[in-house]
């Protein structure tokens, strides 16, 4: 036990008030908008997790499957470019993807692993487990929100590999990725690198049968967010009156998926002393999820003051990895 103590540090600069605070300036925030909206990172409570684990396994959800075969076969090779002293993960659930690099190093390594994530017993179970399974491993884990504490991360201690997968770049609108990979990128070092997961653009029968499966684990999946707000500020959603409406907007490159009222609805957030009269079809818009080609990941990372160094991608063309260097200044 005092060998796995030395070996793991925690630090908690979201603890369960201020989870609580930001939730609650969020809700206000997207439920009083036009488009009325949630943010999609409160879909995972514990029910949430466990639908998203039931998506990861139906036929119609590839992006999973393609990402983590994806990631065993280039692991290898990242690591040998990267020789990386340290690995950042930001939102790395189970820190099971992480395995895949670690296996890839040539024989035990002294390496730091700074997983970012909300949840810290989640956080503590996985590093207990990376711990015992790696014993070259140190875990410095950081408990709080990507988008807001992404500036608690520990200094630098050798050459980093930053971590961003399951394409959750693409639940960002360009602004805030753009703030967000500009941020991970000032982190890096000159000698740093990011592995950035990016979801394809593809026929609109893949994407839209992905996000629409026929066992509904999807429209459940999206219905809980409304649970989630009814326990935060004392509301009254009555879920099953919300159809799940899930489609792909070309023009954007982006899945849209919306709760869309039955019929006239009066709803009370008493936490939030505040009323809501939606019409039938006064949409909640819960998920933006943006698709990519390899020119508008590049471009994107451009912007972000980014270069892409590779570009990986499964033989069916659905998914992509993409490391990422810092770009050379002009």
């Given amino acids: 036990m005092a060998v796995a103590a030395a070996r793991y540090r925690l630090d908690v600069h979201a603890d369960a008030a201020a989870f609580r605070a930001m939730l609650l300036a969020d809700v206000r925030a997207g439920l009083t908008g036009r488009p009325r909206s949630l943010p999609p990172k409160y879909f995972y409570d514990a029910a949430g997790s466990r639908l998203f684990e039931r998506i990861t396994e139906l036929p119609e959800y590839y992006l999973a499957r393609a990402e983590e075969a994806l990631l065993e076969r280039v692991a290898p090779e990242v690591v040998r470019r990267v020789a990386p002293q340290e690995i950042v ?4 659930g189970s820190c099971r993807k992480v395995r895949r690099l670690l296996d890839a190093l040539d024989g035990p390594r002294d390496l730091r692993y700074v997983p970012l994530d909300i949840d810290p017993q989640a956080l503590g179970r996985a590093a207990r487990a990376l711990i015992r399974d790696y014993p070259g491993v140190r875990i410095h884990g950081v408990v709080g929100d990507f988008e807001r504490h992404l500036g608690e991360l520990p200094p630098r201690s050798g050459r980093r590999l930053a971590l961003f997968l399951g394409s959750t770049i693409g639940d960002f609108d360009p602004s805030a990725r753009q703030a967000l990979l500009a941020q991970l990128g000032r982190g890096l070092g000159a000698d740093g690198r990011l592995l950035l997961g990016v979801d394809l653009v593809k026929s609109r029968r893949v994407l839209e049968q992905a996000y629409n499966d026929a066992a509904g684990v999807t429209a459940a999946f999206n219905r809980n967010i409304l649970k ?3 326990r935060a500020v004392d509301g009254n959603f009555r879920p099953a009156a919300y159809r799940h409406h899930a489609c792909y907007a070309a023009e954007a490159s982006r899945i849209e998926m919306h709760l869309i009222p039955v019929a006239p ?4 957030l008493r936490g939030l002393d505040l009323v809501l009269d939606l019409a039938e079809g006064d949409g909640i818009w819960t998920e933006s999820s ?17 270069a892409l160094e590779e570009w990986y991608t499964d033989a069916a063309r659905r998914f992509g990895l993409v490391l990422a260097r810092p770009a050379s200044p002009r």
């Fill in 89 to 92: 993960e930001l939102g790395p």
């Fill in 228 to 230: 989630v707000v009814n």
């Fill in 265 to 268: 609805q009066r709803v009370e």
């Fill in 290 to 306: 943006y698709k990519f080609t390899r020119d508008s990941t590049a471009a994107m990372l451009a912007d972000a003051g980014l």
